[in-house]
């Protein structure tokens, strides 16, 4: 009950393309859902967070978009560029204590120029 | 303005090995974290503190201690390592625990268990 399962495992797009990735989770008791971007080498950061509260939330060119009938959450990227190739982590928790976060597997992301 | 600084940056150890990785922070925060990030499993929270003096155990945190006696630094050991262990090592800090305080991330070690 713990799980976040996120998809795809990998992506490669063309500069310009919108990636998409997707997550799911199982505790309908979480209500902090937040992406994270690593780039090689260091350690992640927070890219853009999201409460059940809302549907959609946008920061530039990153959007969240939050079902929470179906308890899945997923990450848009527009007009991908190359310096967006990185592995993304969604995660959850609950939003009392958001350093306990439950990570999905992460999704390695190519943008080819 | 460092801040959260993870040694070593890498480590090779034999079975049965004991070793202490340090995270020290630098932005006088209150909360802190080890996790560890295996391929195909994401990060996994190993122990926690909620402030100097404390720790409270995570997701995966049989095989490991953990100390904080400063509110700077927060030590994670390893008693007898397991080729189990072998895995990315990161550390994080937070101002508080509550949602809109993003966790800061080191850069991690990488340790291998032989």
């Known amino acids: 009950q713990q799980q976040v399962k996120q998809s795809p495992q990998s992506l490669i797009v063309q500069k310009g393309g919108i990636p998409i990735i997707n997550c799911a989770y199982e505790n309908t008791a979480f209500d902090y859902f937040p992406w994270y971007q690593q780039f090689p080498g260091k350690g992640p950061a927070l890219l853009i967070a999201?409460?059940?509260?809302?549907s959609e939330k946008k920061e530039g060119r990153f959007t969240i978009s939050f079902n929470k009938s179906a308890k899945q959450f997923s990450l848009h990227i527009m007009d991908s560029q190359p310096g967006d190739s990185a592995t993304y982590f969604c995660?959850?928790?609950?939003?009392?204590?958001?350093?306990?976060?439950?990570f999905g597997q992460g999704t390695t992301l190519q943008v080819k120029p | 303005n460092a801040g959260v600084t993870q040694t070593p940056k890498f480590r090779v150890l034999k079975t049965g090995q004991s070793m202490t990785l340090l995270c020290a922070q630098d932005m006088n925060h209150e909360y802190m974290y080890w996790y560890r990030q295996d391929p195909g499993m994401g990060l996994r929270l190993i122990h926690y503190s909620v402030g100097e003096g404390t720790t409270a155990k995570g997701e995966v945190p049989d095989g490991y201690n953990v100390s904080r006696l400063k509110k700077q630094n927060f030590l994670l050991g390893l008693e007898s390592a397991a080729p189990s262990q072998t895995s990315v090592y990161f550390c994080?800090?937070?101002?508080?625990?509550?949602?809109?305080?993003?966790?800061?991330f080191g850069n991690g070690t990488r340790l291998t268990v032989t």
């Open positions: 995660a959850a928790s609950l939003s009392s204590n958001t350093g306990k976060l439950i």
């Open positions: 994080a800090s937070s101002s508080t625990r509550g949602a809109g305080s993003p966790l800061h």
């Open positions: 999201i409460r059940p509260d809302v």
